[in-house]
């Protein structure tokens, strides 16, 4: 690892796994919010052309990237809201015509061989350029900026596009904004995972953040963390392993999502499990049926065999073993010995509790 960090294309490299791998998850997330996940593909195969006529002109094809992506963001956009064709068929062709128009014009280069148009298609981290990363990082600046200004729009405008014009939201800028940030990102990230890998880095550490956040703010912090993750823990693998560092991230990528899919499945079970295991017995507990009530949140438990129970649609919980003095397992006041009051929660039938 300190090998690593001391050579200088590795240090380039790990910098510009870092931006793309923040920049990434956080204009994804509205990605799927409006079942968009595919869309990343698209642009780069338009980002594709702007590289060969950058190649051809000999401009910088970071440049031309940009500019051909962005251009081709707004068509589709403003395309898919005025409705004057079928948003799926516009989407082809301009996405297939700007792969087919990439293959085309790189051959007419003298830069254009296999191995150079690879580098674009699967990334070539290792070749990245100092003058590269001071690009990369002022476009993932403006992104990430941008993303964390407008969140709040954004998010309301993926949710529900009805919703959000009627109160007053401008619907179609955002829409080409986040279009727009789309075509940036693809090309940030299009010498790091490559062109026709760079949708998973913004779609995959998504999907496993969704399986484990409770909230759009914590989808949002899990699905950079696991951005982060990939991508740099993918080029630190790379070396080592000898192996492309666009489809390393990738794999990594994929593996931390059936790694949460895998481990969050583990857990709803074993939490369904220790619920089927309360206890039912015939016994009801309830205000003269002679065994001490706790107060435990908004309900009664019931001490019975120095065990606490609360009633639960016909059986009893277990809520753990009764301690002596003030306070039970749970850190709540004890009521011990007093009666439930009239009307408690589990003070007539099992089946009248609640759970907490």
Request: hydrophobic share 50%; charged share 15%.
């Amino acid at each position: 690892m300190i090998e690593m960090l001391s050579i200088d294309f590795m240090q380039r490299a790990l910098v510009a796994a870092l931006l793309v791998g923040t920049v990434a998850p956080m204009v994804g997330i509205f990605l799927v919010q409006r079942r968009l996940s595919l869309i990343g593909d698209g642009m780069g195969h338009v980002a594709l052309a702007g590289v060969a006529i950058g190649l051809v002109t000999g401009s910088a094809p970071v440049l031309t990237a940009l500019v051909a992506a962005v251009l081709a963001a707004v068509v589709i956009e403003l395309l898919r809201t005025r409705g004057r064709t079928n948003g799926d068929v516009a989407l082809a062709v301009i996405f297939y015509g700007g792969i087919a128009a990439g293959v085309v014009i790189i051959s007419k280069s003298a830069d254009g061989t296999p191995a150079n148009l690879m580098k674009y298609l699967f990334g070539s981290i290792l070749t990245t350029q100092r003058s590269d990363l001071y690009l990369f990082a002022a476009l993932a600046l403006v992104i990430a900026v941008t993303t964390w200004a407008l969140r709040p729009r954004l998010f309301a405008v993926a949710n529900d596009e009805e919703y959000a014009r009627a109160v007053g939201i401008p619907v179609l800028p955002l829409n080409i904004v986040l279009a727009v940030l789309t075509a940036t990102t693809v090309v940030v990230a299009m010498r790091v995972v490559g062109l026709l890998l760079i949708s998973a880095l913004m779609i995959v550490p998504n999907a496993a953040s969704q399986l484990v956040a409770r909230s759009f703010g914590g989808g949002l912090r899990w699905a950079i963390g696991f951005g982060l993750v990939s991508s740099v823990g993918g080029v630190a693998l790379s070396y080592p392993l000898n192996t492309p560092s666009g489809g390393t991230i990738v794999l990594l990528a994929v593996g931390l999502f059936v790694v949460t899919a895998a481990v969050t499945g583990i857990m709803t079970r074993v939490g369904s499990r220790r619920h089927a295991e309360a206890e039912t017995h015939a016994h009801e507990h309830g205000v003269e049926c002679g065994h001490p009530s706790v107060t435990h949140g908004d309900h009664v438990d019931y001490v019975h065999d120095g065990h606490l129970h609360a009633a639960h649609e016909g059986h009893y919980d277990e809520h753990g073993d009764h301690v002596d003095g003030r306070h039970d397992l749970h850190g709540h006041p004890d009521t011990h010995g007093q009666p439930a009051p009239a009307g408690a929660p589990g003070s007539a039938t099992p089946t009248t509790g609640d759970r907490p």
